[in-house]
T-cell receptor
Framework: DSGVTQTPKHLITATGQRVTLRCSPRSGDLSVYWYQQSLDQGLQFLIQYYNGEERAKGNILERFSAQQFPDLHSELNLSSLELGDSALYFC???????????FGPGTRLLVL | DQQVKQNSPSLSVQEGRISILNCDYTNSMFDYFLWYKKYPAEGPTFLISISSIKDKNEDGRFTVFLNKSAKHLSLHIVPSQPGDSAVYFCAARGSGSARQLTFGSGTQLTVLP
């Protein structure tokens, strides 16, 4: 158990809808990262937050947004969903200057 | 453009033998490399890492080798055990303030009893 929690574990929705994925980092971790894993692919970096501020952006679509709250939990919002958004979404966290990122169990999103 | 490549999608090894998983990268700005193990329906679990200033790091049955001139790293597992069967991801971190990881596509390791 990495100490990173993600909810929900599974999500099934329809095209055009909007969903929110939630991540609680390990206790004491200020950085949260979001990654997307599509079928048979590696994890693709989406976005990073550090202590409530956006720190880095990767290949994140304009339909997707994220935020980190004062209690350090983070939410990833996916809107106008398309079939191709079906994927595993992972969040990871670490402390300042810590190299290793610790991953949550992921949210499996299925868009029908 | 894949900056981190794992060219072998799968590898089968007999129990007790050595497993060697390979990873190549193209970005010379990467300064830290990690291996993660992933079981189905779970998140990636950190296994071992290496800084670009080293060429070897060992932790029990796991050893990671880094060849900077060839932009190549490998993970050795000795001896391999059936419980090692999982997908292994190689990841690299860039220098500077961008601390996100760039992942390879993974190698499915199967250790046969």
């Amino acid at each position: 158990d990495s100490g990173v929690t993600q909810t929900p574990k599974h999500l099934i929705t329809a095209t055009g809808q909007r969903v929110t994925l939630r991540c609680s980092p390990r206790s004491g971790d200020l950085s949260v990262y979001w990654y997307q894993q599509s079928l048979d692919q590696g994890l693709q970096f989406l976005i990073q937050y550090y202590n409530g501020e956006e720190r880095a952006k990767g290949n994140i679509l304009e339909r997707f947004s994220a935020q980190q709250f004062p209690d350090l939990h983070s939410e990833l919002n996916l809107s106008s969903l398309e079939l191709g958004d079906s994927a595993l979404y992972f969040c990871a966290s670490n402390r300042a200057r810590e190299e290793t990122q610790y991953f949550g169990p992921g949210t499996r999103l299925l868009v029908l | 453009d894949q900056q981190v490549k794992q060219n072998s999608p799968s590898l089968s090894v007999q129990e007790g033998r050595i497993s060697i998983l390979n990873c190549d990268y193209t970005n010379s700005m990467f300064d830290y490399f990690l291996w993660y193990k992933k079981y189905p329906a779970e998140g990636p679990t950190f296994l071992i890492s290496i800084s670009s200033i080293k060429d070897k790091n060992e932790d029990g049955r796991f050893t990671v080798f880094l060849n900077k001139s060839a932009k190549h790293l490998s993970l050795h597992i000795v001896p391999s055990q059936p419980g090692d069967s999982a997908v292994y991801f190689c990841a690299a971190r860039g220098s500077g303030s961008a601390r996100q990881l760039t992942f390879g596509s993974g190698t499915q390791l199967t250790v046969l009893p």
